[in-house]
């Protein structure tokens, strides 16, 4: 997963890099992504006007 942070907290262009296989899980994880949202603002000492962050979630199962 990967998507750019605003400093405001926003998210721009959320893809998925690498497919888990399942259709189902990678759309999960971009629901995840949306959900979170807003996210705070960059603190007063980070100029960058955005972030690009990279994302990765794993299913294991339960034993």
């Known amino acids: 997963m990967v998507f750019v942070l605003s400093a405001t907290g926003n998210i721009d ?3 998925i890099e ?4 399942n259709a189902f899980f990678d759309q999960a994880a971009l629901r ?3 959900q979170a949202r807003p996210f705070p603002p960059f ?7 955005s972030l690009k962050v ?3 979630f ?3 199962e339960k034993s």
Do not use: D, V
């Open 54 to 56: 990279h994302f990765s």
């Open 43 to 49: 603190p007063q000492g980070i100029q960058e006007p």
């Open 13 to 15: 262009e959320p893809k």
């Open 32 to 34: 995840a992504i949306y």
């Open 18 to 21: 690498k497919s888990s296989g």
């Open 58 to 60: 794993s299913l294991t």
